[in-house]
């Protein structure tokens, strides 16, 4: 019988997307409240691989990420999703509290879904992402979560597997991830737990 162990700690990372770049620094003061301090930020990506969130977010979409310096229990994953959803409706409100009042020619047309915020996080060894949506390739956590594993590290790289968001499989995002591994590893390091099942 195997030998019950205490997971160890990961590095949270959330995937956003949004038309408007202004929108991640809107969720950004949230989202530090909820996992501490930003450790990295990535560049704006083009979010141009697939038009499925055109209808609710808009046509021309961007891609961010942030990593957070602090080391966490990967248990909590499924508490993180349902809180980044609350933060996108928040988000929104915060937004729409700032418009110019109704009937102004300044007023801005916000998508039906401002931000969209992906919440997960890196070991070594995987880039995991949580999910409302269930799939062949995703397993149930709790309270309508669900997880999987979106890119795993092979060797020197990061490797997609059949159900991997194209985006992801594209490779765009590979060295920034990488970035985020490495400071996740030495993070790791430097607390003291054991690299095997980083």
């Given at each position: 019988m195997g030998e019950v162990r205490t997971p160890r700690f990961v590095t949270p990372l959330v995937a956003m997307l949004a038309g408007d770049p202004a929108h991640f620094e809107v969720a950004k003061g949230p989202l530090e409240a909820l996992f501490g301090p930003i450790g990295l930020e990535s560049p704006l990506y083009p979010f141009d691989k697939t038009d499925y969130y055109a209808a609710s977010m808009g046509a021309v979409l961007h891609r961010k990420f942030f990593s957070f310096e602090r080391l966490a229990d990967p248990g909590e994953l499924a508490?993180?999703?349902?809180?980044?959803?609350?933060m996108e409706a928040d988000v929104k409100r915060t937004l729409c509290s700032a418009a110019p009042p109704r009937g102004t020619e300044s007023l801005p047309n916000l998508p039906e879904r401002p931000?969209?915020?992906?919440?997960?996080?890196?070991?070594?060894a995987k880039l995991v992402l949580a999910s409302t949506k269930d799939f062949a390739h995703?397993?149930?956590?709790?309270d309508g979560i669900f997880a999987e594993i979106t890119l795993s590290f092979r060797g020197d790289s990061w490797v997609g597997h059949q159900f991997t968001f194209p985006d992801f499989k594209s490779g765009m995002y590979d060295a920034f991830l990488k970035q985020v591994r490495d400071r996740h590893l030495r993070k790791v390091k430097d607390?003291?737990?054991r690299r095997t099942n980083a």
């Open positions: 508490g993180w999703k349902l809180a980044t959803n609350a931000v969209n915020l992906d919440v997960g996080y890196i070991t070594g995703r397993l149930y956590l709790r607390s003291g737990q």
